[in-house]
């Protein structure tokens, strides 16, 4: 279908907002998501178009954070892995399943990490007095089993849908990840572009795009993700769990209205 100007104006700064606050928290879905939708695309149409614009944003976003990333090669290709297969079963997910099969329990999901989040400083002290009480070292570099675990579920989620699943990312790498938040965050941004750019390429195959959609949200985003990249460099993690609280409670929101 063809847009208006005014709508292709909508869509590309729908494009800048994800990127940016897709490489700060999470979440820029629940902004491109109900744009294209009032353009309108058809629900799986928008989903799918979404979801291959916004993987040059997430490129952008890992480009902007590079300086985080160094010394995480490791983690990130562990952690890759198995968010590639997540993406993937996630996004066979969404062609197979009744949407509201998967949509009852998303909200519930954003709540919990947004639980995780606010509580991951005391979880992970006391997580850490544990092991040192039972004569352990400080955990697994990489998390460990649960982990890889909570990452291949929450991969699954982003393939389907994708809105939060940031959130998701850092509720569960800041739990079981001794790390900084910046450094986390920069991990999640490499991952979420690994499950979008998985379940983009599934969606090649078996879907239909709306190509207009997805060249204005990939330039949108990819300048967001960049814009994104300076202002959650320079937030305390303090204020970049409050970030990722307001943004994941207006998801929560929003995807219960919709």
């Keep these: 279908m063809s847009m208006s100007i005014w709508e292709s104006l909508a869509v590309f700064a729908a494009g800048i907002g994800a990127g940016t606050i897709n490489t700060i928290v999470g979440s820029g879905t629940l902004i491109t998501f109900p744009v294209l939708l009032a353009t309108g695309l058809s629900p799986v149409t ?19 954070y590079r300086k985080e990333l160094r010394g995480q090669r490791r983690r990130i290709i562990r952690l890759g892995a198995v ?8 996004a066979v997910l969404l062609l197979t399943l009744p949407p509201e099969s998967f949509d009852t ?5 954003i709540g919990l990490a947004l639980v995780l989040v606010v509580l991951q400083p005391r979880l992970a002290a006391a997580l850490r007095r544990r092991q040192e009480a039972a004569g352990r ?22 393939g389907y849908f994708g809105a ?16 900084d938040m910046q450094r986390i965050n920069a991990v ?11 379940a983009a390429v599934f969606f090649l195959f078996v879907a239909d795009f709306d190509w207009t959609a997805v060249l204005l949200i990939a330039v949108g985003s990819t300048i967001g993700g960049q814009i994104g990249a300076k202002v959650g460099r320079r937030l305390p993690p303090t204020a970049l769990r409050a970030v990722i609280v307001v943004v994941g409670t207006l998801a929560i929101v929003q995807l219960l209205l919709r």
């Design 46 to 64: 928008a989903n799918v178009s979404n979801t291959l614009g916004l993987v040059p944003g997430s490129l952008s976003g890992a480009f902007g």
């Design 164 to 179: 939060a699943q940031g959130v998701l990312y850092i509720a569960l790498m800041g739990l079981l990840l001794q790390d």
């Design 83 to 90: 968010s590639l297969i997540g993406g993937l079963v996630g």
């Design 105 to 109: 329990i998303v909200p519930v999901l």
């Design 137 to 158: 070292d400080g955990g697994h570099p990489d998390g460990g089993p649960v982990l890889l675990g909570g990452m291949l579920a929450a991969s699954a989620y982003g």
């Design 188 to 198: 999640k941004n490499v991952i979420a572009a690994l499950v979008n750019g998985i």
